[in-house]
């Protein structure tokens, strides 16, 4: 498969390759698309490319191969489809690519949609309107470039001859398929849809219930699956009794599903499965099993215990990772501030728990997954069912929310197992406790920060060490270390321009299922950090603004050249997304200016700041609290968020909106604990998320940028935490290092 | 056990089923009727996304059996009247992933139908059973505000 990267200086032979086009240069790929959810009749309608379709009535037909699960996506993906076809946006049907490795990679994860398929999708938006100008004019005989598109109209520019898009596409649809190095794509200032605050393309059908997410599939001749899992990892049953659970009204049938082998990755957890004819039932049904689970080597997990070992790791030695300058050793006692952070597990709890649908049958099987990855959900099921993975079809639901715990398939892979098992299509839903209790959890972590002032009440040396059990041991047995690529997430890829730097991991042996969950690592290493700074801030007697200007240092693309770290940089080429400090300073001054305008703070109140680039987007973020007998109210938060050239301003600012509250929500109340290797939690009550009453009044503001579209659904999350507690220091003189804060306050 | 015929009377229409008489209203629509607006969050009243009107009273459909509804008037989002505030919803696009939003949407109406002008304080209590993940408080406050007003102005 051709990467994205090489459609970049693509030749038109790539291109046809790429697309899997039919021979003799005809469409881009017309032929065998799997497009949902409806079939296009060809003689109405015409491909254009992999992308888009135009139909003789003048609809175009766009297709979205990302996931839509809150980020808008659907409609930022289209609105650049659209800007280069010049299409009218009143005849935009947009249309949810199924799993197909043609689209190239389709993992809506990493906040890349936007980011990685900008310049991409512009191509193909302008590959299928340089057809139809190209048609318009053979069919007027004149040159192309008396051409032009407009409104889904192509206007003559000599005569007042016009022709509509649907009056073109049949024959544009056999038009030979330009070059890409012949596209010539538009300039900024003429866009049309790409800037736009467009309202969401599925409004109507949310608003009226109408909305098609993983929970609302419902096939002929459907059973319903709901499973008990084993409750410690590595765990399997020992005895079962189902006497009771097959008593139950609706229950069909009890199937005992296979433990996993080796590292979790993708597989499903095992343990009993009752399957019903309605949802409900099929839960009932599983109340009334009786299941005794074996011994598993995590049995003794207990994250009291955890925590406290990671601690103490984090104050020994540890790996370097980045270094400059040659001694952290022999500091003047009186010149140093030390400090440890802790961060607990973490879940998703996206509104939504995992859901899917599989219909095995002879000829392969179908899915319909609530899944922020297609395509590994659609080669984890063909390997699991001995398929090729073309007899795998994966069909998007919406989803109801993802934030990462949705790009692992393990439920699909359960709705696979139990279909072929049955012979019938099945329905596996999970519950709130299982989300809670069998999730691809957010990291516990630790760390170490200790800083050096010098003679000017500057800091000039810093040493830090992080801790934490990596994802890569949910892919691999054995690993004990965090990786390069999370430890470049918000801890070794901080430009601080200190003489003497040195930053260390430390090992840490995971015990559960490790996953990603909005903003990674950047979650911990941002409280960290951010805390920090303000600590230091507070020792030099400067504002914490301040002390970000100083540490931060000179504006400069900073490469970490000869710091002994090659920095990965969320995939991106350092040339195309630098680590720009003078980015950082631009934001700096924004809330300092914006902070000097809100009105004075009262007894009780205090604000805090913390800023943090992650996904190549930078925010910074301030947080106003009040603390009253020990109870905590956020009562405002501004963010300044620089995520590069934006599609949608109003899906930027409301995913920045929804990263506050998300990472108001982690601070302040966001625990997983395990105790005898089960997980403490199980529902809202003991897992709580921020509701209406708590949630400040939020401004945004979005930073005007020229510069490449960045990341946009993670970054606003990781410097909350810090402007929390650090607000929290401003109102009431105490240090909070340890999240979550309803451990010790009112939330 | 034997299953009972049943008639539910949701959105204005009679739905004859069989369904067992304990089955939260919730499984009942979505399951058996066939109306999926209506969502499953928690199934322990935690989350407010199963949010019904049972003569016009919010109710969680999660925890409200069959039984206790058979003879009353129960209203979806589906069938719901409440155009003006689904276009205050839309003009400050409120939803996200939008799974939330057909609760908060009858909350609101609710809310609105009983207290058609309430304070800021009412509005939180209103709102206060109904989480959002993705986080759009904000715009939920706005949307309800803005429909506020109008009914001030009306
Ligand atoms: S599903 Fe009923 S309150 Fe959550
Ligand atoms: S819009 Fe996603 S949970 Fe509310």
Redesign the interface.
Known sequence: MTTFTAVENISRRNVLKLFGAAGGGLALGATGLAWSPMALAQDKQAMMNLFIAIGEDNKVYLTCHRS?????IRTGISQVLADELEADWDNVVVIQGLADKRYGSQNTDGSRSIRKHYTRMRQMGALARTMLEQTAAAKWQVPVSEVYAKSSKVFHKGSNKSLTFGELAIDAGKQTVPAIESLSLKSDNDFTHIGQ?K??V????????????G??I?LDGMV?ASISRPPVLGSDVASLDDSEARKV??VIDVIQLPVPKGAPVFQALGGVAVIAT????A?QGRKALKVSWTASVNDRHDTDKYMAELVDKVKQPGKVMRQLGDSVKNWPKQSTVNAVYTVPYLTH?????PVATANVTAQGCELWSSTQTPQSTQQTVAALLGLKEDNVKVNVT??????GRKSKPDYSVEAAMLSQRLNLPVKV?W??EDEIQHGYYHAISSQFYQAKFDDNNKVDALLARTGFPSISSTFAEGVDMPSAGELDLGFTDVPLALPQIRLEAVKAVARTRIGWMRSVCNIQHAFGIGSFVDELAVKANKPCIQMWREMLGADRKETFADQGFSYGNYGEELADHPVDVARYHHLLDIMEATLAKQPKVTKNQGWGFAIHRSFVSYVAVATLVEVVDNQLQVLKSIAAIDAGLVVNP??VK??T??????GLSLAMMGEISFKNGKVTQS???DYP?????Q?P??EVILVESNAKPAGVGEPGVPPVAPSLTNAIFAATGTRYRDLPLNKVLSV | MTIPTQTLLVNGKNFTINADPNMPVLWVLRDIIGLSGTKFGCGSGLCGACTIHVDGAPMRGCLTSLKHVVGKQVTTIEGVEAERLKEKWAEHNVPQCGYCQAGQIMSAAALLAKTPQPTDGQIDEAMSGNICRCGTYPRIKAAIKAAVTENAEA
């Open positions: 839509e699960m809150g980020q808008g605050s309202t969401i599925d409004m109507q059908d949310m608003l009226n219930g109408k909305a098609i997410y929970f609302d419902k319903y009204v609706g309605n949802t409900w039932s839960m709890a996206m509104m939504e728990p919406l989803l109801g929310g993802g934030f839903s519950t709130r109003d899906r409301s995913q909106e929804g990263a506050i509250i998300f529902n809202f009550h998320l921020l509701r209406l009453p949630c009044d939020i």
